[in-house]
């Protein structure tokens, strides 16, 4: 079964082809960085305007790559929620006009039941084993979830203010660094040293698992107001002094759930999952659990960690095959920021 995949919940304009839910045939994205880097972050209707303009040649893209036409996918799927509203809007609009002219089903997902389903991609499907622990680690919000099965989630944990993505970001522009942060602070920490600054690790050893960056994120702003001289030197300690706090809460909240819950796998999602001492960290803490340990999975390549449209197709398959019959007739869909999955 092939599906078409459309994903403008920001400011990525992305197109995919996947077959049966992990084969990707294409999986094509249009940028927004250097627009969005002019004004150090994500302007609403700057954002949609782009999307208006790049969303056909995408989808025509993504169609030719994958050697396949409108006519030929058996259905297209769509990033409902959450998002910004004027960005979906276009996505969403533009996903059911096609749906309805080729008379295909038509599949909604939340995007981050795609960021979930990104860790199914280029992957043998009989190798994945439930329960999986998923740790989603985007910029607007973290969550830890228990995969029970297919679309059956328990949502165990979630961020009540700052994401890490959105603390990173933060932080970043803080140090004067270029946006996106993320990439940035993983970049300049490389040259820091973690333990050079004791930073606060939030909610830690709190008795749930929820998080919260604000606070982490506002001590880094008083520490660079203390320095004489914000160097090269200073910002890289910094910068891998705020990693290593974030890296700590969010392994720590993920293994706490682990040995709760006894997951047979462990897989991480989402912006930050890139962050290779998150890998790191994570990998080490599970090394040392006792045997049976769970397996650790993240994207198999970095362009599924980011918003991506591969993930919304291959996200779709999996909705699609547990309820065929919900999706057989066209039904328009509506765009929403509700950010709730479960």
């Known amino acids: 079964m092939q599906i078409l995949g459309i994903e403008t919940s920001c400011d990525e304009t992305a197109a995919a082809v996947v077959e049966d839910g992990t084969n990707v045939l294409s999986n094509v994205i249009s940028s927004q960085i250097k627009i969005h880097q002019k004004t150090q972050g994500v302007v609403p209707e700057v954002a949609a305007r782009q ?5 056909i040649p995408v ?25 910004l509203i004027s960005s979906l809007l276009v996505g969403t609009n533009t996903a059911s006009t096609l749906a309805l002219l080729t008379k295909k089903p038509l599949i ?6 795609g960021h979930i389903y990104a860790n199914f991609l280029d992957r043998v499907l009989k190798d994945i084993r439930f329960p999986i622990l998923i740790l989603t680690v985007s910029g607007g919000h973290n969550d830890l979830i228990l995969m029970k099965n297919h679309n059956k989630f328990e949502l165990l944990g979630e961020t009540i203010d700052d994401a890490a993505g959105e603390a990173f970001d933060k932080v970043a522009k803080i140090l004067g660094l270029p946006y996106p942060g993320g990439p940035e602070i993983s970049k300049i920490a490389l040259k820091g040293d973690p333990n050079k600054y004791d930073l606060p690790r ?4 709190s008795k749930n698992m929820d998080f919260s960056f604000s606070g982490l994120k506002t001590a880094v702003l008083y520490l660079t107001k203390k320095q004489k001289k914000l160097t090269q030197k200073v910002k890289a300690d910094i910068a891998a002094s705020f990693q290593e706090a974030v890296c700590d809460v969010l392994t720590a909240k993920l293994l706490k759930a682990s040995q709760k819950f006894n997951p047979k796998e462990i897989h991480l999602a989402g912006g930050v999952s890139a962050n290779q001492r998150l890998r790191e960290m994570v990998a080490e803490k599970i090394s040392q659990l006792p045997d049976p340990r769970p397996i650790l999975r993240h994207p198999n390549k970095m362009i599924y960690c980011t918003d991506n449209a591969a993930m ?10 547990q309820s065929p019959s919900k999706f057989k007739q066209w039904k328009n869909v509506i765009a929403n920021c509700d950010y709730r999955l479960l």
């Open 51 to 55: 999307h208006i303009l790049k969303i």
């Open 59 to 83: 989808i025509d893209k993504a169609l030719k790559n994958a050697k396949t036409s409108l006519q030929k996918i058996d259905a297209i799927a769509v990033t409902q929620n959450p998002g």
């Open 108 to 113: 909604p997902i939340h995007h981050i039941e």
């Open 202 to 205: 939030p909610m830690l050893n």
């Open 312 to 321: 919304v197709a291959g996200a779709a398959y999996f909705k699609y095959q």
